[in-house]
């Protein structure tokens, strides 16, 4: 997603300090400069307020990655008066790359899912073993652009302008295929996607299984003066 960003030699790139490790790492692999954006700390999340201070102090920046930290989405959608993370973006020509490996299922404020097309470049979800729903290894990415979709169809196998299902299995179709560029090999596997489609079937049961450990430690541990806790997960309600 990075890469079909642009994200390439010389780009800046803000990411949250918070994060696994792969959030960052991208931007290394792709030769850009990560620049680290401290987050709210009773959310985790990064806000509206300090992605406007970063993006002042560092003008070049030209893609943010939003982390959607715990199941709770950033918020991306705002008002006139109180812009969200897309409009802040928009208005100064940033691509963003929303990083929701902690959240499927989760909402966006105004109810629609995490993923949905709302201005973004693309949304990255994992299916790693530890992630909400799993596939084993493996991920997806949402984009509502039909020029990134392709790009990053191109680029997860190995740059290659048709995968071995099309060129077997459309009747007609001719055995050739160009390599377009130095791509990767980052494609789920079927059998993976096969495991995912049975998981997601349970995601929101999953979902509720999480709330209810939620509910669990914060109704014992609200019992520790000493401690402050974070405020609800507006996606467990
Ligand atoms: C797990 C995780 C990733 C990486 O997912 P992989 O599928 O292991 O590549 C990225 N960001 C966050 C916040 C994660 O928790």
């Known amino acids: 997603a990075c890469e079909a960003a642009g994200v390439g030699p010389g780009s800046e790139v803000l990411v949250p300090s918070p994060t696994f490790t ?14 680290l954006v401290d987050v709210d700390p009773t959310t985790g999340l990064l806000t509206p307020d300090l992605l ?19 199941g709770d989405a950033c918020q991306m959608l705002g008002t006139e ?12 020509g940033i691509s963003i790359v929303e990083d929701a490996a902690h959240a499927f299922p989760a909402s966006y404020a105004d109810g629609k899912p995490v993923g949905s097309p709302i ?9 790693y073993a ?11 990415v949402t984009t509502n652009d039909d020029a990134i979709a392709e790009r990053m169809r191109r680029m997860r196998l190995h740059g290659i302008d048709r995968s071995a299902w099309d060129r077997h299995t459309r009747i007609g179709a001719a ?12 494609n789920l596997t079927d059998i993976a996607a096969a495991i995912g489609i ?24 609200s019992r520790i003066d ?5 405020p609800g997960h507006q996606t467990s309600s």
């Open 81 to 92: 008066q109180d812009p969200g993370i897309v409009t802040i973006c928009q208005s100064r």
């Open 226 to 230: 000493a401690l402050r806790l974070p």
């Open 175 to 186: 055995w050739e295929y160009d390599v377009i560029a130095a791509g990767y090999k980052y």
């Open 130 to 140: 530890n992630k909400t729903i799993t596939t084993g290894e493996g991920g997806m």
């Open 22 to 35: 792969a959030t960052a790492e991208v931007v290394e692999y792709l030769g850009g400069t990560v620049r």
């Open 198 to 221: 049975a998981q997601l079937e349970r995601a929101e049961e999953f979902k509720d299984a999480r709330a209810r450990l939620v509910e669990a430690y914060r109704e014992r541990l």
């Open 52 to 70: 406007t201070q970063a993006l002042d102090a560092h003008p070049s920046i030209s893609c943010v990655m939003p982390v959607h930290f715990a």
């Open 119 to 127: 201005g973004t470049t693309a949304c990255c979800f994992s299916f």
